[in-house]
């Protein structure tokens, strides 16, 4: 049986697919009778979707860039 | 983006329509950025991303779709990153730098059995955008991306902001998938704390 310090330890691998089938199992079991870490992976899983949703620096020269790129394709071609 | 889009968007840009280019450079810009900074850190990366806007434009016709074009444009953008700055290329940096709010680490668990020793806090809202409703964890967030290495930084906005998927960051920053994934990792923990003890304390 995992302990909840192990599986912690093993919650982004668990997230991003790259448990093998057994470790998978494990981890399932620990989560099945574990509230805590129940909570710990869906609060992970809220954590990944609000870093999705953070707003980005805005790309301050876009025009200008975006101006000067067109200009380069005249160039080339 | 679909490869439809992804082929719409490639005709205008060839006819040179200005409108075109600037949805290529905000759609775009910030995961180049992300990994322009991964390779050749924050003091060149803008300079690295110029560069390979410009070798994007010049290679623009002989784009033939058998990757989409975010995966292009970024394999483009390490490349330049490598090319200019081979000499300097640090090593792989698995520097864990200390975090404003610390990380998820063993003082939380029992020394013996594992458990819990100070079980995770339940956050008050159960949806991103209404955590974000919060301009102070906005803020505090930021705070805590800026505080991690530049590669560990730059891991996490590709895998979570860009979704790409652990192989290509590896490809694309040549390293290695276990070092991915405990860059990522680490970078996560801290995040959550951050996020915990907001929840926690309603401060940053």
Not at chain 2, 6 to 30: C, I, N, P, W
Not at chain 2, 102 to 122: K, M, S
Request: charged share 25%.
């Amino acid at each position: 049986m995992l302990t909840c310090k192990e599986q912690v330890a093993r919650s982004s691998d668990f997230l991003d697919g790259q448990l093998t089938f057994r470790e998978r199992l494990l981890m399932r079991h620990h989560l099945l009778f574990c509230a805590n870490c129940r909570r710990f992976i869906r609060q992970m899983r809220l954590m990944q979707a609000t870093l999705r949703i953070l707003p980005e620096p805005e790309v301050s020269d876009a025009q200008a860039l975006a101006e000067r790129l067109a200009a380069e394709l005249k160039r080339n071609s | 983006m679909a490869a439809a889009d992804d082929a719409h968007l490639l005709e205008r840009l060839l006819k040179g329509e200005q409108r075109a280019y600037k949805e290529l450079v905000t759609t775009y810009q910030s995961a180049m950025r992300a990994v322009a900074y991964a390779i050749v850190g924050q003091r060149h990366a803008d300079e690295v991303v110029q560069d390979a806007w410009l070798s994007v434009v010049r290679s623009l016709a002989r784009f033939e779709g058998r990757s989409s074009l975010k995966t292009w444009l970024l394999t483009i953008t390490a490349n330049s990153a490598k090319g200019r700055y081979k000499q300097n290329r640090r090593e792989v940096l698995l520097d864990d730098l200390p975090s404003p709010h610390g990380t998820i680490g063993d003082e939380r668990f029992a020394a013996g059995d594992g458990h819990w020793l100070v079980a995770p806090f339940a956050w008050h809202e159960d949806t991103p955008e209404a955590l974000l409703t919060e301009n102070e964890l906005r803020e505090c967030l930021e705070h805590t991306l800026l505080s991690l290495s530049e590669l560990q930084s730059s891991v996490l906005l590709l895998r979570e902001r860009q979704g790409l998927e652990l192989e290509e960051i590896c490809n694309l920053l040549e390293i290695s998938l276990s070092n991915v994934r405990v860059l990522l990792h680490r970078a996560r923990l801290k995040v959550f704390a951050t996020v915990e003890h907001f929840e926690e304390t309603g401060e940053c």
